[in-house]
């Protein structure tokens, strides 16, 4: 991957976390429905994308193990 091509993705992850970060902020003001409505339906698409995003960018994930009982020894 060139230093082209990561630079702009490195650019759409920015991008979609600072519109993640708006419409958060505009969640705690006051809306109508249909405008809540319309903030949390581009939340969430944001977040979906900003996903598939580092999942590309950043392909190993750090975190606890997805079956934590998985290391339960016979005594326990």
Do not use: C, W
């Amino acid at each position: 991957m060139s230093t082209m091509m990561v630079d702009e993705k490195l650019a759409r992850i920015r991008a979609r976390a600072s519109n993640i970060r708006r419409y958060r902020r505009l969640l705690k003001t006051e809306l109508t429905e249909l405008e809540r409505s319309f903030v949390l339906k581009r939340l969430s698409e944001e977040e979906r994308v900003l996903e598939e995003l580092t999942g590309e960018m950043f392909p190993l994930t750090i975190g606890p193990p997805r079956n934590e009982g998985a290391f339960q020894t016979a005594s326990s």
